[in-house]
């Protein structure tokens, strides 16, 4: 499938050894987009377009995975990512006012980025620290039993 | 062939290994209903209305399963209707009706609808459920069909013709869950995605999801102009089908019927796309002649089929070569309306509106695809109606189709051949090609009772075939249904890698499963049933026609002798041939 797609996406030589290594293998588009994303930290148009012609795949394919899985991100995210947790004991404390609040204040949707890119805003389930509940993770700082009008407060902290 | 022994409802019935469900019941005589499965695509088990009950399962209940997508078990007695399974099917529609916007009567399916068809047999008077409509834009980028995401089912009909039966990848379901929605590859308006605009999704869609973009307006508004004379030209394939639109049987000629339709909503003259094909025959046999004897860019391929042009432009540039310069028959005509025809009528091609009707939704992006499509000085066609569009004119005008009184088409460009009528079915161009080309090989004439090229004629995906012109063979393949192509160019690129001689001399491309009797322009329903009639209506075309080899239309051999000079002139060549450029196959 000859294309002459020109894509300014740069892979590192290591990306691509691994994707040289992994190219025949069934089973190989997953293990490759966690690879391109931990390189990026999302998967922008031109990195999937990339993948596409080095595995001589339909973009119409990556597109079905990558929207298919929370994990996979298409945008950029932020400096500093805010994980809103909504496990069950975090959502029965009032996960979702916290969102809501957040999301409010900095104006954007979930899953949206900040103009000056300095935030970006996701719903997680489960963190792993339930009795903390309702947790807010940013970056790789945790916040235990947050009220949603402490949400300004803690961004703050963040804003430089 | 290995056989199973079911029951369906309790009447013994033996089917092929392998043989779904829903298939055996069809043999049954049983309709179980169904909004995702159809007979040219793998089952999908999307929907879930064809749910039926195993009979012997052991344990409490019956085991319910989708008819669609399983297997017939030997010694299985499936139970396709009863009360508590009618109450599923209705519980489901019910569903997908919640999710579903109610605004059918301004919808491109309203009358058409799986779905609105699905609900009235069921009954379904209220949704018992909250309603969960989304909102997103339509898509009408292509500028020939539309596709409209909230109308979506999700059946998956559309993604699989594109992907499996096409492979051309355009479609394809976006997110999970409730959010889940059908969209360009890459999540992009369909424009800049690979859609080759062949509109088999919208023949497939069961809903109004994708539907052809109605332009019965501009023709309506240039009948209305009093300064335009209205020029039509209809392609093979409409006359076997439209028919269908008004109750009469898939094959049925009604090229007569048509020419006087158009006249009665108001054209002013109505030529045949038949006759085009003709006159590409004439251009491209002459290519095909002189390339096979200066062997020179072998195999040759067709190029009339402008959804294949697209993909080949998008996926196979390296066969630019390859690619016959011949334009598609729609092309010619519109080209020779507003220069022979103009000076013949004595009429300014400024005011012709030329406007042809097509089994085809990629025709509609033809018109434009380059400044060879404006070869007379003017665009040499101004509109494309496919046949759905001109059934409901017809319908808009009250025209009584089935009885109305059969015309003839116009001079001097109307009259065809049997050769020119075949061009509607896979295999056919293949085979009006090589009954001139023998004439323009050997200076003899192919006897009429061999004219016949079965070889190349049937619905087998790849065909090919050795033609012995008087004691040089010619070898020749047709392809038809885009995923089948592949196989033929890579044994073309192989051969050429190695330095060996080409595999074929000639190759044939029709984009959509069967030809163009089955394109996406065509009326709803189409399967290999109707093909088969739609096909044998052609042939049959064919077979009755006075003349059924290009070169022997009295009118080519006018337009030849009073304007084109001879096949490949300077003339010929500025009006009748186009070019090729390679494509992106992503814009963004």
């Known amino acids: 499938m000859p294309t002459d797609q020109k894509t300014e996406t740069v892979f590192s030589k290591e990306l691509e050894n691994f994707i040289a290594e992994w190219k025949e293998k069934p089973g190989n588009l997953i293990m490759i987009l966690h690879k391109v994303q931990s390189e990026f930290g999302y998967i922008s148009r031109s990195a999937a377009m990339k993948v596409a012609e080095m595995l001589d795949i339909p973009l119409a394919k990556i597109y079905g995975v990558i929207t298919f899985y929370h994990f996979f991100k298409l945008n950029k995210p932020g400096k500093n990512v805010i994980q809103v947790c909504m496990g069950t004991a975090c959502y029965l404390k009032g996960g979702q006012a916290i969102l809501d609040e957040t999301a409010k204040h900095l104006n954007i949707p979930v899953k949206g980025v900040t103009d000056d890119g300095l935030f970006s805003l996701e719903s997680v389930r489960c963190v792993g620290c339930c009795g903390l509940a309702p947790v807010v993770v940013i970056g790789d700082e945790v916040f235990g039993k947050v009220l949603p009008e402490q949400m300004p407060e803690i961004l703050a902290n963040f804003s430089e | ?588």
Not at chain 2, 38 to 51: E, K, Q, R, S, T
Not at chain 2, 409 to 434: H, K, N, R, W
Not at chain 2, 463 to 481: E, F, I, L, Q, S
Not at chain 2, 527 to 540: S, T, V
Request: proline content about 5%; glycine content about 8%.
């Open chain 2, 1 to 588: 062939m290995s056989t199973v022994n079911i029951q369906i409802n309790g009447k013994p019935i033996t089917v092929e290994k392998g043989t779904h469900i829903l298939g055996a019941a069809k043999q049954a005589g049983v309709k179980i209903p169904s909004l995702c499965a159809h007979p040219d695509l793998d089952a999908w088990a999307a929907c879930g209305i064809c749910v039926v009950k195993v009979a012997n399962s052991r344990g409490v209940s019956p085991k319910l399963v989708r008819a669609c997508a399983t297997e017939c078990v030997e010694g299985e007695n499936y139970i396709t209707h009863d009360p508590e399974l009618n109450k599923i099917r209705k519980t489901i529609i019910e569903m997908i009706l919640a999710d579903h916007p109610q605004n059918c009567l301004t919808c491109g399916r309203n009358g058409s609808c799986e779905l609105q068809t699905l609900a009235a047999e069921f009954g379904i008077r209220e949704i018992p459920y909250a309603r969960n409509v989304k909102n997103m834009p339509k898509d009408d980028s292509t500028g020939a069909i539309v596709l409209d995401p909230s109308k979506c089912v999700q059946c998956g009909r559309c993604a699989q013709v594109c992907q499996q039966l096409q492979n051309v990848w355009a479609l394809e379901f976006i997110g999970r869950g409730e959010k889940t929605r059908i969209a360009g590859a890459g999540d992009i308006v369909l424009n800049e995605t690979p859609c080759i605009k062949c509109g088999q999704c919208s023949a497939h869609c069961p809903v109004g999801a994708i539907y052809e973009l109605d332009e019965t307006g501009k023709l309506l508004a240039a009948i209305q102009n009093p300064d335009l004379t209205v020029v039509a030209q209809i392609a093979p394939a409409v006359r076997v089908a439209i028919g269908e639109e008004f109750g009469l049987e898939p094959g049925e000629i009604t090229t007569g019927k048509i020419y006087a339709a158009l006249r009665a909503i108001g054209v002013d003259t109505v030529f045949d796309t038949n006759f085009a094909a003709d006159l590409t025959i004439m251009e491209e046999g002459t290519e095909f002649v002189h390339r096979f004897t200066e062997k020179k860019d072998l195999p040759l391929i067709t190029s009339c089929c402008p959804a294949w042009v697209e993909y080949m432009e998008k996926y196979a540039c390296d066969m630019i070569p390859n690619f016959s310069t011949a334009k598609s028959p729609q092309q010619m005509q519109g080209a020779i309306t507003k220069t022979y025809y103009a000076q013949t009528a004595k009429l300014d091609p400024a005011k012709i509106f030329s406007v042809s009707i097509m089994p085809c939704t990629a025709k509609k992006q033809e018109i434009k695809r380059s400044d060879d499509m404006f070869s007379s000085g003017y665009q040499d066609n101004d509109l494309v109606l496919t046949t759905r569009e001109l059934a409901r004119l017809f319908k808009q005008f009250g025209i009584d189709f089935k009885n109305i009184e059969p015309q003839k088409a116009d001079s001097p460009i109307g009259q065809y051949t049997g050769a020119g009528t075949i061009f509607g079915v896979t295999g056919g161009v293949m085979e009006a090609a090589l009954r001139t080309a023998y004439s323009l090989v050997t200076g003899d004439e192919l006897p009429n009772d061999a004219v016949d090229f079965t070889a190349v004629r049937g619905m087998d995906g790849i065909k090919t075939a050795t033609v012995d012109v008087k004691g040089t063979p010619v070898r020749v393949a047709v392809a038809h249904g885009l995923k089948n192509v592949q196989t033929l160019l890579q044994e073309v690129r192989e051969a050429r890698e190695n330095g060996k001689e080409v595999p074929y001399h000639f190759i044939e491309v029709m984009a959509c499963k069967g030809g163009c009797i089955a394109g996406g322009g065509q009326p709803y329903g189409t399967e290999d049933e109707i093909r088969a009639k739609r096909i044998d209506g052609l042939y049959a075309d064919d077979k009755k026609s006075e003349f059924r080899k290009s070169h022997q239309n009295p009118d080519i051999k006018k337009i030849y002798a009073d304007f084109l000079e001879k096949p490949s002139s300077h003339k010929a060549h500025k009006l009748l041939h186009t070019h090729y450029v390679p494509r992106p196959t992503y814009k963004k």
